[in-house]
């Protein structure tokens, strides 16, 4: 089991313990000798670490050392203009004996991804309008072995091993609520506007198993997952038989929940349920995001500035101390 994370690394401290390699290559240093220039990770962050003085007879295997594999290190965190950095004595790729868990080496949702899509899949069914129903359900099954590890993002909110999923779940828990409140509200509109919104990032974004997005696919940078959710729900709804009124507005949704061109919306919402979507859609990558800083924030400070979100600072009251301490 790890036991060591990024997160907990501190000056002088002695580490033997596995992690994920973000990206490594052998370099010569200004003394001619070459060194091991490696990033080391987990699911909590990111560390530089080199090995120093490489020898010929380790660089053959250092060189077959490659991106996103598993090694366990012995080494020494030390600090380096300012950053923390691990001196490595020892490293070696890891086998089966070592029984490490994917789940501590990648960001990943909190919640285990078949449940989340069971909580998904049980809403859809319960959408009361068929049409709505049966294009939830049709989407959600063509998809579900993706749907178990796709992010929603390739960075910043949920771009995590199922974070597609959790943000959906999340935005479909709060939208339930919503419509209690605002009465007015198509709860089968707004529900299947949530499931389909960013169902098309499946397609826009490249990721493996892992959840690790690696980049976009040529049709995504072209269009975006916006665009190809619409062209995706154009051609379902015609084969399935949709009125057409309804199939635009539904449409019309994953159009305009991004709500301005600069961000990839040429339509504002131009009707209720649309413009709650937008809303539940900013409303959970904005709390994911603080959530994100707070967790890296020691009570009673603030956090570094987050772009996401106007380059604001947050502050984490010293009560959260208390709390974790209870």
Request: aromatic residues 8%; contains cysteine; hydrophobic residues 35%.
């Amino acid at each position: 089991m790890k036991e060591t994370f990024v997160k907990n690394l501190r000056k002088d401290m002695e580490v033997t313990d596995f992690f994920m390699v973000k990206s490594s290559a052998i370099k010569t240093g200004a003394n001619g000798k070459q060194y091991l220039d490696i990033a080391l990770g987990d699911r909590t962050g990111e560390v530089s670490a080199k090995k120093w003085d490489v020898s010929e007879a380790e660089q053959e295997s250092l060189v077959q050392i490659k991106e996103k594999e598993i090694v366990k290190v012995k080494g020494l965190v030390t600090e380096w203009a300012g950053q923390l950095q691990l001196r490595i004595q020892r490293i070696r790729k890891t086998t089966e004996e070592d029984g490490q868990m994917m789940a501590d080496f990648v960001k990943a949702a909190p919640e285990d991804p078949g449940e989340m899509y069971e909580y998904i899949y049980k809403t859809a069914e319960g959408i009361g309008d068929d049409d709505l129903r049966k294009l939830c359900i049709r989407v959600l099954t063509d998809n579900k072995d993706r749907l178990m590890y796709y992010p929603a993002a390739s960075k910043n909110h949920h771009a995590q091993l199922g974070g597609l999923l959790y943000h959906t779940k999340r935005m479909l828990m709060t939208g339930e609520r919503v419509c209690q409140v605002y009465t007015n509200l198509d709860r089968d509109l707004v529900l299947c506007g949530v499931i389909m919104h960013d169902m098309e990032k499946l397609n826009e974004i490249e990721a493996a198993e892992d959840g690790i997005a690696s980049g976009y696919s040529f049709e995504g940078q072209m269009l975006g997952h916006i665009i190809q959710g619409v062209k995706a729900v154009d051609r379902l709804t015609l084969e399935m038989g949709f009125p057409r009124e309804k199939a635009i507005m539904v449409e019309h949704m994953i159009l305009s929940h991004h709500y301005e061109p600069e961000f990839g919306s040429p339509k504002k919402p131009l009707f209720p349920e649309a413009e709650v979507l937008h809303y539940l859609d900013i409303l959970d990558a904005r709390m994911f995001d603080m959530q994100a800083a707070l967790d890296a924030t020691e009570p009673g400070s603030f956090s570094d500035k987050i772009w996401t979100l106007d380059n604001r600072k947050l502050y984490k009251p010293i009560e959260a101390k208390e709390e974790e301490n209870d």
